[in-house]
């Protein structure tokens, strides 16, 4: 069965880093584009990042551009989030999301279910 699983949430104080990723399962990933968005308690989610499927067109969100940096590993089916500069508002649920499409909060194919990130001090 396909699906996408997120991993290395987790709480960090402000100006820390973490490096999220998200493993394919039951299908390929190199055809698909694949997006990491978020969603904080009480607000709407938004997409982060976007990777293409040759990671030849890449995309952020201004909110983290100069911050997170997204990465693919096709051969191991992974995609990655490293996230430096933590704030306290990047605390939120983390999903990644392959597409055949252009990645957009409703061209998604697979979701995962989310990893927290927690920025606190």
């Known amino acids: 069965q396909a699906h996408l699983v997120e991993s290395g949430g987790g709480s960090v104080q402000p100006g820390g880093s973490l490096r999220l990723s998200c493993a394919a399962s039951g299908f390929s990933l190199d055809d698909y584009n694949v997006g990491w968005f978020r969603q904080a308690p009480g607000k709407e989610r938004e997409m982060l990042s976007c990777i293409s499927s040759k990671s030849t067109h890449i995309q952020y969100a201004d909110s983290v551009k100069g911050r997170f940096t997204i990465s693919r590993a096709n051969a191991d089916n992974m995609v990655y989030l490293h996230m430096n500069s933590l704030k306290p508002d990047d605390t939120a649920a983390y999903y990644c999301?392959?597409?055949?499409?252009?990645?957009?909060?409703?061209?998604?194919?697979?979701w995962g279910n989310g990893t927290l990130v927690t920025v606190s001090s």
């Open positions: 999301a392959g597409s055949v499409h252009a990645c957009s909060l409703w061209s998604m194919d697979y």
